[in-house]
């Protein structure tokens, strides 16, 4: 995927203006919340000094409590207080971020899979399949799990130094400096512990997705790999893609184990200074701290550095989401080659022209070269040629899923490029050489193209594809479940299924790719029959290697190195005696 500007985590905030209540509402119930978690040190110090006989002037001078039991009542009370309402906030933090998480996730995986089917045919032929399939999972998730859990601990990270640094030095600004002199090199140490991680996560984002696509394609490929016995050699391979993987992730391990016992030694000695010296002050009575502020500063101080030791962790989080963030933005942030038209047409006659056509498949040499072709609305076109000769790029082209390198298609004397994609397509049936059916019943695959279609609409396209009988022979007839990719179903009932929902499209431009190549003559001769009538008033092409399949066409034209080496009817070009008289005696030696 080509390289959009490396700001990954900008990107994903920018994204969450989307929701900023959610995030506001959310991350001021979790500052709270933090606060909240952060006051019993200051509870522990103000009833150490009541029992003490010196309980904190505020509650004589703000609530004229004086007499140390009631003082010792007041503060269990407001101590009782302070942890529900933590508890409260607590709730209210969580549920609004994962919430949010989740409404960020469900949109995110919707829209990059939207953008991801806009892009270009050429595209698809350039990425792997398990690559976009980690993306549209594993990274979404990723970025779902730092929304859900890393990003509210920021926030209290945050909330907690501010909070801590501020209560410290109120209350004692020498103790407050020796038992933060850790932090410089706590905050020096995660900075560069996150450098060094970082690359690695970039790597181990890229491993999973090469990972992701060895196992689709294996276990796509898996009747192939059996009659080939080749399950060791395909065994060794996802063992080596794994590997990679998992020295990916040793590699950043190796670091994110090494982070937290050395942030622990310096968490120590600003710990043990603050105990020891504050103990000296104390016995030395000097009047700096009270016994209850300095078992404040053992807490917070506590309370301070030992979450601190998250940061590697946040930091961990943070690194990963940005790696996945990167590749999400990056998949939906990309434009697609193939720029959508302005017309909208509901129904196009099917007047086609070539003109001067050139095409190349990126850099190579060109596949089509100086292709005329004029096409009245309602005729028939069949297209001969060798394996390589362009036939199906033509097809493409048509579509749009390419679009030429020089010249112009005009569909209806408007180039194509000047229709909206969805209504030129909408406008096309295509039944191609590779059919692809859904996972799900013989209905939804038939209807596939018209969604709104009856079970009577459904059955006469099944019967004009002479697909009916096999169907109802079935125990669950048109409820039958098909299997991914049409698993249970023959070479030649794929294709005929896959004619019939180009029958139900019924739109005016029809497109047969191979269309008969995996049914038996009697089948094809059958369908060939019914498809005379349904191409009646449609323009028709017909790609065919079965010359049988388009004698009958107005036009044929035969393509060899990516030109038209003949056009004519049949008898015009059995007349010919050139490239498809050969084609023609080579399938008929009578």
């Known amino acids: 995927m080509k390289a959009v500007p490396d ?12 929701y900023r209540f959610q995030v506001g509402f959310s991350s001021a119930n979790a500052i709270i919340n933090k606060i909240f978690d952060l006051m019993p040190p200051i509870l522990t110090a103000w009833l150490i000094d009541s029992v003490s006989r ?6 004589g001078d703000g609530f004229g409590i004086h007499e140390p039991y009631a003082v010792i009542i007041f503060l269990g ?22 919430r949010l998480a989740q409404n960020v996730q469900h949109d995110l995986r919707s829209k990059a899979y939207d953008k991801l089917q806009k892009r270009d045919i050429a595209f698809f032929e350039g990425e792997r399949t398990g690559n976009l399939m980690s993306i549209l999972n594993n990274d979404i998730n990723q970025l779902e799990r730092f929304l859900n859990s890393s990003f509210y601990e920021i926030l209290h990270l945050v909330t907690l130094f501010i909070f801590a640094t501020v209560s410290l030095f109120l209350v004692s600004p020498k103790l407050a400096l020796i038992g933060m002199l850790p932090m410089p090199l706590i905050f020096i140490g995660s900075i560069f512990y996150q450098r060094k991680i970082s690359p690695h996560y970039k790597t181990i984002r890229e491993k999973v997705g090469a990972l992701s696509s060895r196992l689709e394609n294996n276990i796509s490929g898996i009747m192939v790999i059996k009659s080939f016995t080749a399950e060791k050699f395909e065994s060794d391979r996802v063992e080596k893609v794994s590997d990679e ?42 009047n700096e701290i009270t016994i209850g502020s300095l078992a404040f500063f053992s807490m917070m101080i506590q309370r301070l550095l030992w979450p601190v030791t998250r940061l590697g962790q946040v930091f961990d989080d943070y690194e990963r989401a940005k790696a996945s963030a990167r590749r999400v933005f990056n998949l939906m942030e990309e434009k697609s080659d193939i720029e959508d038209g302005t017309i909208s047409v509901q129904k196009l006659k099917g007047d086609i022209q070539f003109n001067e ?10 596949v089509l070269k100086r292709i005329h072709l004029n096409m009245d609305a309602g005729k028939s076109l069949g297209i001969v040629g060798l394996t390589g000769a362009g036939k199906t790029t033509l097809i493409k082209l048509l579509l749009r899923l390419y679009d030429v390198t020089d010249g112009e298609i005009l569909m209806d004397g408007k180039n194509i490029k000047s229709y909206q994609l969805e209504s030129l397509r909408k406008n096309i049936a295509l039944v191609s050489q590779d059919v692809y059916l859904f996972h799900g019943t013989v209905r939804e695959n038939i209807s596939y193209g018209n969604t709104h279609a009856s079970d009577e609409e459904i059955i006469q396209a099944a019967k004009k594809a002479e697909l009916h009988d096999f169907i109802i022979s079935t125990k669950e007839g048109y409820d039958s479940i098909i299997g991914e990719r049409g698993i249970k179903l023959s070479g ?35 369908i060939q029959g019914n498809l005379d009538q349904l191409a009646k008033g449609k323009t028709a092409w017909v790609i065919a290697h079965r010359l049988s399949t388009i004698r009958n066409m107005d036009q044929i034209i035969v393509l060899k190195n990516g030109t038209i080496q003949e056009q004519g009817n049949h008898s015009e070009l059995l007349q010919h005696d050139g490239l498809y008289a050969d084609l023609w005696n080579a399938q008929h030696p009578d």
């Open 492 to 526: 030649g009932q794929r294709q005929r299924l896959s004619i019939a929902r180009a029958i139900l499209k019924n739109a005016p431009i029809l497109i047969l790719d191979e269309a008969t190549s995996s049914v038996d003559t009697e089948t094809e001769r059958a």
């Open 245 to 286: 993987y998992k020295q990916a992730n040793f590699n950043a391990i190796q670091y994110n184990a090494l982070y937290i016992p050395l942030i622990r030694v310096f968490i120590t000695i600003g710990f043990v200074s603050v105990l020891m010296i504050g103990s000296f002050m104390i016995l030395d009575e000097t």
């Open 7 to 18: 700001k990954p985590m900008l990107r994903l905030f920018a994204y969450l203006k989307n």
């Open 357 to 366: 056509v050139y095409f190349q498949y990126q850099q190579g040499e060109s």
């Open 77 to 98: 009370i407001l101590t009782a207080a302070i942890f529900l309402l933590e508890s409260f906030f607590e709730w209210l933090y969580k549920r609004g971020f994962l």
């Open 54 to 59: 010196n309980p904190p002037a505020w509650i």
